[in-house]
Every structure is written in C-alpha cells, then in structure tokens.
DNA sequence: TCGTTATTTGACCATTCAGTCAAAACGAGT
DNA sequence: ACTCGTTTTGACTGAATGGTCAAATAACGA
C-alpha cells in the first residue's frame, strides 16, 4: 500500500516539520498559521498541504516526534553506585537540552499550559515512566544513598528547575543583562541538586 | 475631563477583566477570542468593546494590573535576623500564589513564552527589583548567613520550583493521579530552600 | 413625566485563515 | 520525444474573527 518515501519527500517534510517547530514554538498553536510554516519552509501553502493533511497534522507529528527526545535523559537513569551523579547526570543532561533546543521546550510548555489538548494520549506513557523512575530514586532513599526527598517532585524540580531557562527565556535575559544564562545556571543547579541529596 | 466611572461601569469592567483571565490564561492572547470573552462576561461583543477600546486593552489592562500582585512577595524580602527565614517565607508566599491563582500565572506564563510582547515596558522595572533583591541576599551571602549561592539564580529557582506547578498543572496532575500536588510541594519546597541555603 | 446621558445590541464590514481543486510543471523511465 | 506518476501552485471558498455603527433601550436627574 504505502509506497516508500521519496527523497523529495523526505526533505521536504523535514523542513516543513523545521519551519513548524519554529513558528510553532514561536506563536503557539493558535497563534501559528499555515502561510507562516509555509513560507519558512520555503514552500506555498497548498504544497504544504500535500505533504501534511492539516495544521494540526504538523503539530501532533512534531508533538510526539519530540516527546521521545525530550524524555531520553530520565530513561537513561538507572541504577547504580553513585545516585547522586547519576541524578546529577540526569539534571545537567535535561539543562543542556533546553540550551540546545529551546524551541523544542518551548513548544512543549506551550502544549501544556492550554491543558495539553493534542498530547494526553502520551500522558499515561509520561506518568508509567515517571513511576518507575521515582520508585527507583524511592529504593535510593530507602537504602540511605540520598536523603530523604519525595522523588515526584524531586523530578518536578528538576524540569522545573531546567526548563525554567527556556520556557522564560525572555525573562531570564531581561533580568541578567548581558550574561549568559547558562553559565551560571550549570553551577547553580549542580550545587543545588547535590545540596538536595546529600544524605 | 474624565468622570468617576459609574458602578456599572466598575462592575462590568469588572467582569469583563475575570472573564477575560479565565479565556486569556486558557488559550493564550491569540487563541482567546473576543465572542468567548463577552460570552464569558455575559455581555455582547459590542458591548464589552463599549468598555474595553480593543481585545489588546484587555490583555494588557489584566497584565499590568497582575504584575503587582505576582512581584508583591519579591518587594516583601527585607533584611532581618534569619535571613533563611525570609527567604523561606517568599518561596512559601510563591507557592501560595501558584495554588491560589493558577491562571495569573499561566497568563504570565503565556506571555513571557511568546517572547513578552506586550510586557516588555515593565522588564526594566523587574530587573531593578531582582538586582535590588539580589544585592540584599548576596549581603546574607557575605556576611555567612546563608550559604554561598548565586543571588539571581537563587531567585529564578524559586520562580520555577514554585510556577512549575501553576503552569504545568495538567502535567503534575497526570503524573500524580488523585494526590493534591500541593500537599507534598510545600514540604519539598520547604526542604529544598533549606538545604539549599543553609551555611 | 420628560429630556438627557449612559448602556446595549443586531446587523454589518474587512480581514485573516484553514483547507480545496484543477491545472500546470516536473521528472524518471522508455 | 512520449508517457505517466509526482510535485507545485494560482485562484478560490467558507468560516471565524476583530472591530464599527446607527439605532434601540435603560437610568437618572429635574
């Protein structure tokens, strides 16, 4: 049936999926419009609408394309001696990701502060992952390797914490003048988190 | 030239800015519309634009009203014996406000998402106060009250650990289930500024 | 009660925007 | 050069939406 995509298809959907992470991220989902995504995709709107069926198409496929991306850092916690790294690890990993792709966070908290219409079918996933995570920072506590914390909201703490760098973005750099955020938030965070855990 | 509004006056344009809140903070600037906000004030269109010159008069009368509010317990931060105290009391104060007033936030949250384009005046002003509170804590910082800490960064952390769970309600609810996120945030928030600041 | 002012609204306009369609342009194989 | 499937687009439609306006209705003081 479904005929394997042709180069052309294959760039030209990525650079429509580029352009709508852009302006997407940018205007949130209402906000967007088509000839907008259009034009940053170097394309015109009905070309567009050959290769996704609707606005919404480019949303949701941009939506769920990037949920696996944006939940690989708390996946790879595991296990093992040094729970602190391992979560200090996991906090830097989560703070590089909103340097390297704000749009991305951006897009995201968009996503969730209007309820997160387009994304609860993912919500069950995010909650089982969570779980599973917070039942292992819970064995940690148990055992003594870190202090005694609530490990939902010491993952909360952590996207927010992290997050916080994109998603207010704006705000952040009004603040500090010339100064790059991240610079001092490394430390910041890092002395945070270890302070948090440390038996 | 201008009269003193009349109670008409006072309590339409009254419900017109809650009504306004509860669309704004829902869907964002772009996503409200004008007929759901009359709709929502109980009014037709026509006459909620008798009160309000345009949909943007609306927008921004709501957020410069707010701003105060949100920066109130920021201005409240004083010099005093226990600085940890004080600083303990503003994180708490924060919460307080996410739980209370979960849409201002999000309007707020909104806002500096899109890159604050109609919040950009009052930048300046935010910036004075968070150097000024800056300065207060590095002070604490100098003197050895509270442990070494980058007094900006301090204040963002307490922004996002306390914001996070205004605007991404839907999220912690999915990820907690039935549990009130807020019982187990004011004591984690309690413990993390603690551990954070103490010498 | 009457006249004046404040309030309310139905009808309307112009623009924007998601999505459609038929036809044109292109491209790869022959 | 021809054919057939793919890609591209100009022109269009219908619905939504911000905003206007003249006329109707309510409030209120004299």
């Given amino acids: 049936m479904s005929k394997p995509p042709t180069r052309i298809q294959q ?16 205007h949130g989902f209402r906000g967007a419009t088509l000839d907008q995504i259009a034009e940053a995709a170097g394309m015109s709107k009905p070309n567009l609408l050959y290769y996704f069926s609707s606005k919404e198409d480019v949303h949701t496929t941009l939506l769920s394309g990037l949920l696996d991306m944006w939940l690989a850092p708390l996946r790879a916690v595991s296990d093992c001696d040094d729970p602190i790294l391992e979560l200090l690890k996991y906090a830097q990993a989560k703070l590089d990701l909103s340097r390297d792709y704000p749009r991305e966070s951006r897009l995201f908290a968009n ?21 599973e995570k917070a039942a292992l920072i819970q064995s940690w506590v148990d055992a003594g390797k870190i202090a005694q914390t609530d490990p939902h909201h010491l993952i909360f703490s952590i996207w927010a914490l992290t997050q916080h760098y994109a998603d207010f973005d704006v705000q952040v750099r009004a603040v500090l003048g010339d100064a790059d955020p991240y610079v001092g938030a490394v430390t ?8 948090l855990l440390r038996p």
């Fill in 111 to 131: 996503e969730i502060l209007q309820g997160a219409p387009r994304l609860s079918p993912s919500m069950g996933a995010l909650k089982s992952l969570v779980d």
């Fill in 188 to 195: 910041h965070i890092d002395r945070t988190v270890r302070r």
């Fill in 11 to 26: 760039r030209n959907r990525a650079s429509i999926l580029a352009a709508g992470l852009d302006v997407f991220s940018q």
